[in-house]
């Protein structure tokens, strides 16, 4: 009898079943780990992955030429990309966080119009000739307009306002390495990290534009250097004498002459009765009009000056040797030579054998006697401040004056005879001998830019009378003086002009002196 086989149980199968999918997995996963096991850590590669985006980002900026590199040199110094971690999505998969840092360019070019302005104001204040920065028809040429723009950039972009953002790149394991994502995943980071938006040419372009538009047009001014030891040289031929008061009338009528008077009331008239056989000197230029003329003055020689000028640092003083105490006296005429003086006046002889006021002398006090006469301060801008004896009690009080001030000088003579308007003549004084007959000398203001000297002389046969200072004090008076202030008389009382002497002087001849004042052009030599 045939035997019969025996069918596999129920369980059999389920557990062969069990047991093969359970080898089948751990096959797979041995597999899978071995392909885990050879993929490299994306922290391997990253930073070079980094770097080589930071360079690729870096190329896309235009380098762009003059104000165009400026933006671009800019944009490519601050850029500054820094990978901030990397995670691991999965064996085949990563991400790089990034950290991109570049010119926030709305906060940085904020200011460039308040800038641009600015540097051109230092360039006109800068230029030596008006051709240097003005066109035939009074704009400013292109050139001056983009140096400085140029500069007003590069003075903004020094110190640049950053903005920070935060990028990822999506990488993938492929052909043995990691690599960004796709093609289009490395353009749009490319694109991202690219800065600026705007093509730097084209950026320039639309802020210049923009700064011009709105630029103002400043006035040429003209400064004489105040440790400069002269002034510039004038022109000869701007220096003119004439008996015809309609030749200076003319020269008072142009342009040039104009813009120096400005508003200004002119004491200078066709109808003035001068000394018979005198003349009308005269110098005109952009910066600077003088007039002298010699009338009778308290039957004496009145010797007048008007004159205007550009700028207050054309209101000068000389001491001799250029530092306080020298004894290298020198006459009027020489000093007048030595400094390029247009006009200059024997001033306050501060080295004679007295000590009073306080004597300044650029900036500094070198000698402080407050009670013993009234002292004239002149600032930077050429005003005339008053300090009457015993306004300061200290040294210091004293300096902090002058500092406030902006005082380039003092003189040390007085008294002083009109301030605000108001006739100061003191009946007594220590120095000058105000009550005798004396040659004298008087530094008068108008106004801003405007002022009058004047020198009290006789001259036999005709005009032998000399004056008290209250005749001085009297001819500033009538002609409308708001401020003046007593030099030293006698034979410092002296006036020259275009380096002559023009007044006759007490006893014949100049005497050599410590110092004067002067007037002189601010028009560079060039």
């Not at 019969?4 to 199968?13: E, G, L, M, R």
């Amino acid at each position: 009898m045939a035997k019969t086989k025996k069918k596999p149980s129920a369980v059999k199968i389920a557990v062969e079943i069990v047991i093969f999918i359970a080898l089948f997995a751990l096959a797979a996963g041995l597999m899978l780990f071995r392909a885990g096991s050879n993929t490299p850590d994306p922290a391997e590669s990253a930073q070079e992955m980094t770097d080589a985006l930071a360079q690729a980002a870096k190329s896309r900026i235009p380098a762009g030429t003059g104000s165009a590199k400026l933006i671009s040199d800019a944009a490519e110094q601050a850029f500054e990309l820094k990978l901030s971690g990397v995670e691991k999505l999965s064996a085949r998969k990563a991400q790089l966080n990034l950290e991109l840092r570049v010119v926030d360019w709305d906060a940085t070019l904020a200011p460039l119009e308040e800038s641009f302005d600015a540097a051109l104001h230092e360039r006109v204040d800068a230029a030596k000739s008006a051709e240097e920065v003005f066109d035939d028809d009074g704009s400013y040429n292109e050139a001056t307009l983009t140096a400085a723009f140029e500069q007003s950039l590069s003075a903004c972009l020094a110190e640049p306002e950053y903005t920070t953002a935060r990028r990822t790149a999506v990488l993938k394991y492929n052909k043995d390495a990691w690599q960004l994502q796709d093609e289009v995943n490395e353009q749009a980071v490319l694109a991202a990290l690219a800065v600026p938006e705007n093509n730097p040419q084209e950026e320039a372009e639309a802020l210049f534009a923009a700064c011009k538009d709105g630029a103002t047009l400043y006035t040429l001014r003209f400064r004489i250097d105040e440790n400069a030891l002269s002034a510039p040289a004038p022109d000869p031929e701007k220096f003119g004498s004439t008996n015809d008061p309609a030749v200076v009338q003319a020269l008072l009528d142009t342009a040039e002459a104009k813009k120096l008077i400005g508003d200004e009331a002119l004491v200078w008239n066709a109808d003035i009765e001068r000394i018979p056989g005198t003349e009308i000197h005269y110098y005109l230029d952009e910066t600077i009009l003088a007039i002298v003329w010699q009338e009778v003055a308290n039957r004496g020689v009145g010797t007048f000056s008007e004159v205007f000028i550009a700028d207050g640092s054309q209101l000068r003083r000389k001491i001799d040797g250029d530092a306080f105490g020298s004894m290298d006296f020198r006459t009027t005429s020489q000093f007048a030579q030595d400094t390029n003086a247009v006009l200059a006046l024997g001033g306050d002889f501060y080295n004679h054998d007295r000590a009073c006021g306080i004597v300044v002398y650029q900036r500094q006090i070198y000698r402080f006697e407050p009670d013993t006469c009234d002292t004239c301060f002149i600032t930077a801008d050429g005003d005339m401040l008053f300090a009457y004896r015993g306004t300061f009690t200290t040294q210091e009080e004293a300096q902090a004056y002058v500092d406030e001030n902006d005082v380039l000088f003092s003189l040390c003579f007085g008294p002083v005879l009109i301030d605000g308007g108001q006739d100061m003549t003191p009946e007594t004084y220590q120095w000058g001998e105000i009550k005798d007959d004396y040659a004298r000398s008087v530094l008068g203001m108008f106004g801003k830019g405007h002022y009058m000297t004047l020198n009290m002389n006789c001259q036999l046969p005709n005009y032998y009378y000399l004056s008290t200072l209250r005749a001085a004090a009297d001819e500033m008076i009538k002609r409308g003086c708001q401020k003046a202030y007593t030099l030293d008389g006698g034979q410092t009382a002296t006036t020259v002009f275009n380096y002559q002497l023009i007044n006759p002087v007490q006893f014949g001849w100049e005497k050599t002196i410590s110092d004067i004042i002067y007037f002189g052009t601010a028009l560079p030599e060039s």
